[in-house]
């Protein structure tokens, strides 16, 4: 019997958990959204929880946010903003600089992520 996907997706932090043991209580998740780097634009998020077991239960519920209707990514992203003791979201744009052969790619900030339009800036 294969497992539920929906279920394989749920995140239960063994990854941060094990680094927590270790006395790392500082670690950032970090996720991004787009088209990737060649097509750009790309949303970029990280979050840091506290560095506590407990905070498993507090967040259980969230899944990839493919798989959550517009309000539980609305509620979801309201309480990993309130459970988190950092989190940053950032838009980028690839942007060409100069022309013909000389011509080069940079990045720039592009203001809010129209794809986690739920998250406050920092």
Avoid at 71 to 88: K, L, M, N, P
Wanted: glycine letters at 10%; hydrophobic letters at 40%; aromatic letters at 6%.
């Amino acid at each position: 019997m294969t497992a539920d996907p929906i279920h394989k997706l749920k995140p239960d932090l063994s990854f941060e958990i094990a680094l927590w043991d270790q006395g790392i209580d500082r670690v950032a998740g970090v996720d991004e959204a787009g088209r990737g780097a060649l097509a750009g634009p790309v949303c970029s998020a990280v979050v840091i929880l506290p560095a506590d077991a407990s905070v498993v239960s507090q967040l259980d519920g969230v899944r990839d946010s493919k798989m959550m209707t517009p309000s539980q990514r609305t509620y979801w992203a309201e309480v990993i903003q309130d459970v988190a003791i950092g989190f940053g979201v950032s838009l980028l744009r690839r942007r060409l600089t100069g022309s013909g052969s000389s011509g080069r790619h940079s990045w720039q900030p592009s203001g809010r992520c129209s794809s986690c339009p739920n998250f406050r800036t920092t």
